[in-house]
């Protein structure tokens, strides 16, 4: 009766035959886009319940075929043996002063450099920009070698020398502390600091100039209008440079396992090494096979991600939603 | 007479105003940045002994670069195959950040929380606890599917057949899957380039594709004539940003011969060698600049 199938749906549902190829194909759109999707978050998931599966897996239990996901019995035996071989408590109070402090020290100066580049025009101002770029082009290995001597003998660029009859020090070792990543932060030469006032920079750009000039008129000075006006206004920029910075300087392993080499390191050095660490704590023994050790390893990976897993759980509604508006386009 | 004075005052005191805004990044730029690059170019010519209290250099020419590229077996192939890598890596990275970011672009139920789900490699992937995931040979072999026999992973073993069969010569079937064996750590490197691209996409103006639907133009024609010539400066980033990322990895082969260089205290060695893989990085970049410069100039 019907020479084809469309034809007959067509007749069926009183619509014209081009309504019908747009749902169908509408229709199938949607739906290679849902197993798409579906596909995806399974592969952006898959590491985060893998870990938390492996790792409240009882280590006895490990050669059990029978267990792929969900473990039989839940034990915490690996976590405390992790939180042991990681030093987990100072490490992660180490890694939090870190990223935290060079965190809020980067957003601050870099938002003001950024500001300084977007708005004004100066003595330099090119040229100066075009040393951030240069800054985010050179890797931090080139210069890592000698940032370490720096941080060695840290004296300020001279300045420590000039004060030292007064204070009767030449030089700081700036080494396994914190003011390694906070020092330079301070100064927007910190990890990624050339990415953040780019960043900033094009955000403040993209602002109307009016509430400036309205504030201006009011009497305020440059930098009161930076604070009262511009600030205000740029929360999602300083909330998704907020996030960044702190997940960059929590995962560090580059500078990290330089600068640091006592028995506290920042998490991420520590895992780097925690397979030798847990051996040496005696958690677990050489005669132990690498499926007893997964759960140890896997453990210590979920605890290091963890914290900022929360943070950005936490404030993930306000980074997916502002990144729209950030314009780190330009 | 009065008020160009006046104006001259706001122009310069404006001028100050900037450059005081700006005065932090010179001075940690000087401190943290130029006087570290200086001193390990230095370094590059030198060697250098490092005690307790100071450390020493003298001269050696070219010799450290001599040694690196004529004697030590490992950098001159790590640098060509590590470079090589770029042509397909970059490309796979880009183009699949960007098919994601067109996606999460789109509305559909769910939108938040998917997105939530998207970015979680910017939190995930920059750390050490990915490593960790990847080198537990259950997780890949769960993951893809492959057969772990005798305490290594065949991957792609069927498709390695298949391709075998089909006629495809030894070297472009390992090239082929070393695509798919890689796709897990090269997907996991997409999330900043999606977020970039994300923001690209929410800046083009609708009014170009209301104008296009008047035209009759379909989806696809919308990509290439609307899409991607006004992502291009983006796409430029995106690609710059990919190559820096890669180059810069610290379980790239050549970051880890610097390190242990580094800790053996060979300071000379690992600088030049950052050096000349510096170079390396800055001529690759200058190539996808005059690229891109084409691309864009064709268009406009």
Redesign the interface.
Known sequence: MFNTLAEYLTLKHHRSPQIFKYKVSGFVV?TF?LL??IG??Y??????F??LS?SLQDPAMAHDPSV?WIPKQISLASFNGAIKALNYWESAILTFIIAAGSTVASVV?CS??G???A???????RI?FM??VL????????????????FR?FD??GILKLFSPLTGITEWNLLNTPWVFI??S?????LR?GLF?LIFRQFFKGMPRDLEEAAKIDGCG??KT?IRVMIPLSIPAYITVLL?SF??H??D??SS??FFTLEIRPL?VM??G?LSSLKDSGVIDSAMT??EM?SY??A???L??LP??II?IFT??Y???S??R????? | MEKRKLRMNLTTRNSWNGFFFVLPFYIGFMLFFLHPLIQSLLFAFHSVKIDVKEYTMSFMGLKNFNYIFAQDADYKINLIFGSLDLFWKVPVIVISSLFFAMILNQKFFGRGFIRAVFFLPVIIATGVAMDVVQGDMIASSIFTGNVVSGGEISHSSALRSLLLEAGMSEAVTRSITAVFDNMFSLMWKTGIQMIVFLAGLQSISPSLYEASAIEGATAWENFWKITLPMLLPITMVNVIYTIIDLFTDSKNAIMLQVLSNINTLRLGWASAMAWAYFFVIALVLAIVFIVFSRLSRNHS
Do not use: C, H
């Open positions: 949607k886009r798409f999707i995806l978050s592969l952006f998931l898959f590491p985060v893998y870990m492996a792929i100066s003001v450099v500001y300084g580049f708005r004004f025009r100066f003595f330099s101002s100066g040393l951030v800054t985010i082009i050179v890797p931090p290995q080139t210069i890592a070698i000698s940032s370490y001597l720096n003998f300020f660029g020092i330079p301070l100064f927007a030469a910190g600091s006032i440059a930098l930076f960044f997940i960059w929590w995962n392993l580059y396992s330089m991420s895992l780097n925690l690498t499926f997964r390893m896997q210590g990976a979920f290091t991600i900022p897993l950005y993930q509604r980074f997916t939603e990144i729209e950030t314009g780190i386009v330009g």
